[in-house]
């Protein structure tokens, strides 16, 4: 299964043969080696260009090995595939492929068989490990995973947490299968090196293993159709080594260089070594913006906002069931022009829901949608609870002052200030403080900090647009605000209530350090 959309024969992307060639190449599957001495396995192999690939290296090297008997070959590959039509057809077409490299007929149909087995990669049992595992492994999200085997396959694989997808079981599975001397080497999504669901991946990586390669693949021509995920290639080897370092380029063509990546289970940051040696010092000296006493948050998430959400203007509900809602399109260029719309608010102060009976105006605009309502995930556990939202609304946020920063952007520059009129909606995150001033916060943000922090811990997606999610928001490193001069603190109070972003000088002077760092 050649990074299959799931489990079943569904949304299947196969890998450009120079890929695969390369990947080959790079884990030192080489035709000069004594290859039919050591296993190969492929965990997922679709249309089989891994496994056809590999088999031409394999003959190449036992010929120049002097091999004459076929049955040396037995357990050099071994390729699995869950999809019992694409076994079938792959079969057939291996055997003609050894036939055309001078394999007896019958011969070829015995290391057909011996090499390819149908089944799911991740409940086969192997009774010897591999010097090497390549391929693609399946990328399948979370969420269409069947409910029974996401049960199945967490009992059995630790790092798969949270809303890892199946390419981390995948894996998981395939290092522990890897010899005293093997390497893995897969092409995946590059979101489990950075995102909260590859910390227990990566921490294994960094007890029993050594990343030696990473490749980005981002941009290169590397599938047969055009995927939203950003691919890169790893290779992972068996033990660990002294200097823990790891190639890295971009691209199959780029040109090597040489940083540690891993450590422990914190993301890997894989951008330009100017910004990643910035980021190390900074998180030397400073804390985090949590810890310096800032409060980072998502907004409300209805799970109806075709009914939750209306003109502010003309919904008519009693006092405090409708608040003024910020969304995305109110945020432009850091300034906040109101878009007008409001949301319900079925939640009382003291944090449950209200009484309908006590407000008939609101119960008048809910119960015409009743049944829509009852019938989302997160009404049915109690049906009694039918008109709550998501998350639970807390009135006292609308009225306090907060940054709002959009999910996806390209940048920091949207980082905008509220001074406590509006509610946020859940694609805004918010950063709110006792601490520190937020007009002086935001001019900080704005100039170059957020982005720093969050290009080299967020996953790009379509466009080179980042997230700024709360786990990558609060790894940004700020001051602590008592720790900066009162002059200073003045002149960023001045310039974000202006709209402005710091100068370097002043950037510089905040953080001690030299203003090339920060061009």
């Known amino acids: 299964m050649d990074n299959k959309m799931t489990a079943q024969h569904h949304g299947v992307v196969f890998t450009r043969v120079p890929v695969v060639e390369f990947m080959l190449d790079l884990v030192g599957y080489h035709p000069d080696e004594q290859l039919h001495t050591l296993r190969l396995l492929e965990p997922s192999f679709g249309d089989g260009r891994f496994v056809i690939q590999a088999a031409g290296r394999l003959l190449q090297s036992w010929r120049a090995a002097g091999g004459q008997d076929p049955h040396d070959l037995i357990d050099a590959i071994r390729a699995v595939e869950i999809d019992p039509q694409s076994v079938t057809q792959f079969s057939q077409r291996l055997v003609d492929y050894l036939v055309t490299q001078r394999i007896a007929p019958d011969m070829a149909q015995k290391l057909a068989e011996a090499w390819l087995m149908s089944g799911d990669y991740l409940t086969t049992k192997f009774d010897h490990p591999f010097d090497f595992v390549v391929g693609n492994p399946p990328y399948v999200r979370h969420e269409a995973i069947p409910k029974d085997l996401l049960k199945k396959y967490r009992a059995r694989y630790r790092t798969m947490v949270g809303r890892a997808d199946l390419y981390i079981p995948f894996m998981e599975k395939s290092l522990d299968l890897l010899s005293s001397t093997g390497k893995l080497s897969f092409i995946t999504p590059n979101a489990w090196m950075k995102n909260d669901y590859g910390k227990a991946l990566r921490a294994k990586i960094d007890h029993e293993f050594h990343l030696s390669h990473y490749v980005d693949m981002c941009g290169a021509d590397t599938f047969e159709t055009v995927v939203g995920a950003y691919p890169a290639t790893t290779v992972i080897e068996r033990g660990r080594r002294k200097a823990e370092t790891t190639r890295i380029a971009t691209g199959m063509g780029g040109q090597w260089r040489k940083r540690r990546l891993v450590r422990g289970g914190l993301p890997w940051l894989t951008g330009d070594s100017g910004p990643v040696k910035l980021i190390d010092e900074l998180e030397r000296r400073f804390p985090t913006l949590v810890t310096a006493g800032c409060r980072v948050g998502i907004g409300v998430a209805t799970g109806a906002d075709k009914i939750f959400i209306d ?28 878009t007008g719309k409001g949301v319900l608010n079925p939640w009382a102060d003291h944090g449950e829901l209200v009484d309908l009976a006590d407000y008939p105006k609101l119960a008048a ?5 009743r049944d829509r309502l009852a019938r989302r995930y997160t009404a049915r556990s109690d049906p009694r609870k039918w008109y709550k939202t998501i998350d639970r609304i807390t009135p006292e946020l609308r009225h306090e002052p907060k940054l709002l920063i959009p999910d996806i952007k390209a940048n920091g520059d949207a980082i905008t200030y509220d001074a406590g009129n509006f509610y946020p909606h859940h694609n805004l995150y918010y950063i709110t403080s006792r601490q ?11 100039s170059g900090i957020a982005h720093l922090f969050v290009a080299a811990y967020s996953v790009k997606i379509g466009g080179g647009y980042l997230r700024f999610q709360a786990q990558n928001l609060k790894r940004i490193r700020i001051p602590h605000w008592h720790d900066i001069s009162p002059d200073d603190q003045q002149h960023m109070i001045y310039l974000g209530e202006a709209g402005e972003k710091l100068p370097v000088s002043l950037l510089a002077r905040i953080y001690g350090v030299r203003e090339e760092q920060l061009v």
Do not use: Y
Not at 311 to 338: K, M
């Open 311 to 338: 003109d502010f203007a003309t919904i008519d509900v009693e006092a405090g069931r409708c608040l003024p809602l910020a969304t995305n399109s109110c945020v432009r260029r850091g300034q906040l022009a109101w």
């Open 365 to 369: 605009r809910l119960h015409p949608h």
């Open 436 to 446: 520190w001033n937020l007009r002086a916060l935001q001019a900080l943000l704005r």
